[in-house]
């Protein structure tokens, strides 16, 4: 993949966010027009807000600092930044109900929040597999495995319409087996980090991963938190641990 080709992969992802905000901000005047802000729903609108607008913000930035640059960690962690917008579509499950559609639609916008967690999963193992040597040509054929994997999983599982979780997503068959599976993809997304930094006594890596694991954590308390103290605490760990990721990646490109 050449790095025209990336930045316009990046430029689609971040098109992306902007009009998932912009769906957003339409589905949140009607739900306010119609008195729906009870407790609950207040907070997954202003966490959904939060989590759209840290998605946009972040991937512009680490773009634009990045955007001449070889650094296949970096386009991947963009991607699970981009990817954590797909996390809003929960507001419009709020709009289903109210305007009597059919729950159908609530089975489509399920399948396509897990879309988007399946697939920031695979690109953070991604991102840490390429820390550890993989090869930068290979890059297009990993970010399209990644898609087809996450679009055949979120398509396969069984989604219950007359069951929601706490996050007002339709129930989702299997979901503590698929849970421990991303959970541990997460984890050797960041490992990978922490062995090229043991391997290489590499400060640089392990402040990265560091990073890394803070933004896991943050979009994690996002995707199945309601406490606002909590909620607030992750918006900081999404925002610091981006800006270690960033600072550092771009530390050791630009001494490589």
């Known amino acids: 993949m050449t790095i025209n080709t990336r930045n316009k992969t990046i430029i689609a992802g971040i098109s992306l966010t902007g009009l998932l905000l912009a769906v957003f901000l339409a589905s949140a005047i009607l739900i306010l027009k119609r008195n729906l802000t009870r407790t609950d729903t207040a907070v997954l ?14 991937a512009t930035i680490l773009y634009l600092s990045f955007r001449k640059t070889k650094s296949p960690e970096i386009f991947f962690f963009i991607i699970f930044v981009v990817t954590m917008s797909l996390d809003s579509l929960k507001a419009l499950l709020l709009l289903i109900d109210v305007l009597r559609l059919s729950p159908y639609y609530g089975v489509f916008l399920t399948r396509a929040v897990y ?81 090229y930094a043991i391997q290489n006594s590499s400060k640089d890596h392990l402040l990265i991963a560091v990073g890394l694991a803070l933004v896991i954590a943050g979009r994690e308390i996002f995707s199945f938190g309601r406490n606002p103290v909590l909620l607030i605490g992750a918006f900081l760990m999404l925002i610091a641990g981006t800006t270690l990721f960033g600072e550092r990646t771009h530390a050791v490109h630009l001494w490589s």
């Open 45 to 58: 609108l202003a966490s959904s807000a939060a989590e759209l607008v840290f998605a946009v913000v972040a």
């Open 115 to 195: 879309f988007g967690r399946f697939f920031g999963t695979l690109a953070v193992l991604f991102s840490g597999l390429f820390s550890l040597g993989a090869e930068y040509q290979r890059i297009e054929i990993y970010l399209g495995a990644a898609f087809l994997l996450a679009f055949a999983l979120s398509a396969a599982v069984t989604i219950d319409m007359t069951e929601t979780d706490s996050t007002m997503l339709y129930q989702m068959g299997n979901s503590r087996e698929l849970g421990i599976i991303r959970v541990l993809f997460l984890s050797f997304g960041v490992l990978n980090y922490v062995l």
